[in-house]
């Protein structure tokens, strides 16, 4: 790629390790302001109405992606992008310290609507990071190692992420809202230092392709004539499940209830362990084929949540809040190789210098479905969350035969 280091540039190493300590603070970040556990265990405590709880994983998960495809044209026009990347962390460190402030002073439906704008704000920062950084990755990271950064990242914040849910599944610190919201301030803190070890990232200078962004038409063209981008779209489309599954998977325990929240311990610590056992491994494994990662956790989410979604059928439930944290563990490590086959696949994909435009059109493509697939919830509530969880196994199963047909794109000469 234009502008790119090569393998051997000697400064390679030291721009690994200002990825490495960016992404692992952000990721941990992330682990400790998580939505779908985390903020809905806050926002049902501070007495916030059940609608606004139902919005966050919509709002975090749509709004950090949709508005890409507008952001792409502007850092396209960049010839140095970090500082988009640098400035979208230092938002979410702001927004995530607004979220802990408004759990500690309000209460009821108006820390609920803080706190869901607080998110809303974190979520189009992170929409700015997103969209800036497998550009920059593939011209500051050599092949082979891009994967491996992401996935040695992912592992170190696991750890930190599973300690503080062991904590906290045995009462140190004690399950609070104080607590949960100190550590909130630990998440905008270490954003906000990752964008400031981000921003003194050694980045060449960028060829300037803002062409492509000239008309709706020019945006989206690498659907209509890159086939092994349209590939890519449809096997990320197909495994979505993999992100909407664990709500249902607790509703299906029975563990959802506001009487269960003292689990929240529990699920976290098996999310956390499938990411400290599965992230390095998936990275490393996309950095040889990432066709391959996305097919393999096609298939591990569609054994685990066919899995479920057969004993539920059966039994009526999955025996309550030990075996939910026992499917979420694997569907975590199934979402764990999603994250990792799409990142590197697209990274490592030949896109002609318009990585920026490919990363927001696929971003915009999934942003569209996650917002529909919202109506899931309502078909759970009419046929149980077992169909549902039937329709995401039969659709990672989709996924992973689809993932077989992509091309081997860490091959030089494919």
Same mark, same amino acid.
């Given at each position: 790629m234009t502008g790119a280091h090569s393998p051997d540039d000697k400064g390679e190493a030291q721009r690994f390790m200002r990825h490495f300590a960016s992404l692992s603070a952000t990721k941990l970040a992330d682990g400790l302001i998580d939505p779908k556990l985390v903020l809905a265990w806050l926002m049902s405590a501070v007495g916030a109405p059940g609608y606004l709880i139902g919005a966050l994983v919509p709002i975090r998960e749509a709004g950090a992606l949709l508005p890409q495809i507008l952001l792409a044209r502007e850092i396209q026009r960049r010839r140095v992008r970090k500082y988009f990347w640098a400035g979208g962390a230092m938002l979410q460190g702001l927004a995530a310290l607004g979220v802990a402030c408004a759990a500690l002073t309000l209460e009821g439906a108006r820390a609920g609507w803080v706190i869901l704008g607080c998110l809303a704000a974190l979520a189009l920062a992170r929409a700015v990071c997103s969209a800036s950084y497998k550009d920059i990755a593939a011209r500051t990271l050599a092949k082979g190692s891009r994967g491996t950064v992401s996935g040695a990242a992912g592992t170190v914040s696991a750890i930190a992420v599973f300690a503080f849910a062991l904590g906290l599944s045995i009462g140190v610190p004690p399950l609070s809202v104080t607590s949960l919201s100190v550590a909130i301030m630990v998440a905008g803190a270490l954003w906000l230092m990752a964008a400031a070890t981000f921003v003194q990232l050694d980045e060449p200078k960028a060829d300037l392709n803002a062409d492509g962004f000239d008309t709706a038409r020019a945006v989206i063209r690498p659907l209509r004539t890159d086939a092994e981008f349209r590939a890519y779209v449809l096997v990320r489309a197909l495994l979505i499940p993999t992100a909407l599954a664990p709500p249902f998977l607790v509703m299906l325990s029975n563990a959802g209830s506001a009487a269960r929240l003292g689990n929240l311990g529990l699920l976290m610590v098996a999310s956390s362990l499938a990411a400290i056992g599965s992230s390095y491994i998936w990275g490393r494994l996309s950095? %040889?084929?990432? %066709?391959? *990662? @996305?097919? @393999?956790? &096609?298939? *591990?989410? =569609?054994? =685990? @949540?066919? &899995? =479920?979604?057969?004993? &539920? @059928?059966?039994t009526g439930g999955i025996g309550g809040p030990a075996m939910a944290a026992l499917f979420i563990f694997a569907a975590?490590?199934?979402?764990? &190789?999603?994250r990792a086959g799409r990142k590197t696949h697209l990274t490592d994909m030949d896109t002609q210098g318009g990585k920026a435009i490919y990363t927001a059109l696929s971003n915009t493509v999934i942003g569209v479905l996650l917002l529909a697939g919202g109506g899931f919830g309502l078909l759970a509530d009419l046929a149980g969350p077992s169909v549902v969880l039937a329709i995401f196994a039969g659709l990672s199963a989709l996924a992973a035969l689809a993932a077989l047909k992509l091309s081997e794109v860490q091959q030089p000469n494919r």
């Open positions: 950095d %040889r084929s990432s %066709r391959m *990662t @996305l097919a @393999l956790s &096609g298939a *591990t989410a =569609a054994v =685990a @949540l066919g &899995g =479920a979604a057969a004993i &539920g @059928l059966v975590q490590i199934a979402y764990e &190789g999603v």
